[in-house]
């Protein structure tokens, strides 16, 4: 039997799950297990399966080099993590690092001498779904989707009770297991740098600033310490590392703060998705018991629609980003294979330009309002999500505490987003 899935990035155990967590999202509407997904995974698996997509073995990395080019995922967006917070633990430490791969939609995780891909994709009804695929030779490799193993790390607290992913930062000990006493904690593009990538190898500069990477950390009493200075601007893995091993040398920087950015952007979409799917049934069975009208929404429904939609908005616009003090640059080309993908307006501009001076990105807005997983979100928090970007970009909202929003990165927003994306209001294209 192969070893499962039990986290992609970051559970370390396995965790209860809370009480009732995934009976809501496996009931109607949702019926997360029962509904087929449609992603990148499950539409490259009907290619495979069809003849028009095929997946070359690698006697040393199995499927890992064809899959990531099947979905146009660089291989410069390696990351790698030396903490043993996966089930696959037996092949994790910090001289064997676990290995991640990604695009917008899709994550890649790898261990050496591992029996299996860990797989997971972001879905527009599904949120986060999980796979496994094993690294045995085949002449048919199937895609075997995961559910209650998985969920039960990546839907938890951790992920507001919903399936989503984790990046998470711990102290980890000399073998690589996490020293829970000194804490962990999920992590985004809102945390302090000083408080990411613990358990992470990370690659690149960043000036006075500081971070948990890179160290082994002692156990003490009552916590673990670490040396930050001693894990600081390393543009080279360590020599305990045997980087023949891997797809690249590097552990980029960049590539681990976009991934911390739309990780977490990801699951915000999840919860945006389900939360207001969730509302609207309630309302749709509350509307018939009480004869309403059906096209109306309730005072409640819309309370929660909008809340969904300030926490996703807020998080668009970066509103909470932890600001930078010191340039960042990696050592890869990840920054230019990212930002030479995605749309471009006839001015050149793009929202997946990079800052790296004082915030990750040039311009205030997520690239992934481009997303399946964005235009997959149901009509009502859409259609508000829209109507505060309209409101935010054009100034008919104050943003007084947002000082990265100026009126000339506004206004480029706006024009930006009307010429690239599809699917607009009328008012924004107008």
């Known amino acids: 039997m192969n070893i499962l899935l039990k986290a992609l990035l970051g559970c370390s155990v396995l965790l209860p799950m809370a009480a009732g967590a995934l009976d809501a999202f496996e009931e109607a509407p949702i019926r997360y297990s029962e509904t087929a997904p449609d992603n990148a995974i499950s539409q490259l698996q009907q290619s ?29 967006s390696q ?3 030396f903490s043993k917070t996966s089930l696959q633990i037996r092949h994790i430490a910090p001289s064997t690092p676990r290995a991640i791969y990604f695009n917008d939609d899709v994550y890649i995780g790898t261990v050496q001498e591992g029996e299996v891909l860990e797989v997971s994709a972001a879905d527009p009804v599904l949120g986060t779904v999980f796979y496994t695929l094993n690294q045995g030779a085949t002449s048919s490799p199937q895609f ?18 919903l399936p989503g992913h984790i990046v998470r930062s711990v102290f980890a000990g000399s073998d690589g297991q996490p020293i829970f006493k000194a804490g962990s904690q999920v992590t985004d593009q809102d945390t302090p740098l000083a408080e990411r990538w613990g358990g992470w190898y990370i690659t690149g500069t960043h000036g006075k600033e500081r971070h948990r990477g890179n160290q082994i950390a002692r156990e003490t009493a009552h916590d673990a310490v670490i040396d930050p200075e001693a894990g600081a ?17 590097h552990s980029d920087i960049v590539a681990m703060m976009v991934l911390e950015h739309q990780s977490q952007m990801h699951n915000l979409m999840t919860r945006a998705n389900f939360e207001t799917r969730m509302a609207l049934h309630r309302q749709a069975i509350s509307d018939r018991i009480f004869e309403r009208d059906p096209t109306i929404l309730s005072e409640s429904s819309t309370r929660i629609i909008h809340n969904l939609g300030d926490a996703l908005v ?33 001015q050149g501009r793009s929202l997946r330009q990079l800052d790296l001076e004082s915030r990750l990105f040039t311009y205030p807005l997520s690239y992934l309002i481009y997303s399946p997983q964005f235009d997959g ?33 506004c206004r480029a927003v706006i024009e930006m987003v009307a010429e690239t994306k599809p699917g607009l209001p009328a008012y924004w294209v107008k």
């Open 48 to 76: 495979l399966d069809g003849g028009t997509a095929k997946l070359v073995h690698d006697p040393d990395f199995g499927y890992l080099k064809s899959l990531l080019t099947a979905l146009n995922i660089p291989e410069t």
């Open 79 to 81: 990351l790698l993590v």
């Open 144 to 161: 075997v989707r995961q559910r209650h193993d998985c969920l039960q790390c990546h839907a938890t607290t951790m992920t507001r009770d």
């Open 233 to 249: 601007n390393q543009i080279a893995l360590p020599g305990r590392v045997d980087t023949s091993k891997y797809l690249t040398p």
């Open 314 to 346: 807020d998080y668009m616009i970066f509103a909470n980003e932890a600001e930078l003090t010191d340039p960042i640059a990696g050592t890869s080309s990840f920054s230019d294979d990212f930002q030479g993908d995605g749309p471009v307006d006839s």
């Open 377 to 409: 979100l149901p009509t009502p928090v859409k259609d508000y999500v829209y109507q505060r970007l309209w409101n935010i970009f054009t100034g008919a909202e104050p943003t007084p505490d947002l000082l990265h929003l100026t009126n000339a990165k």
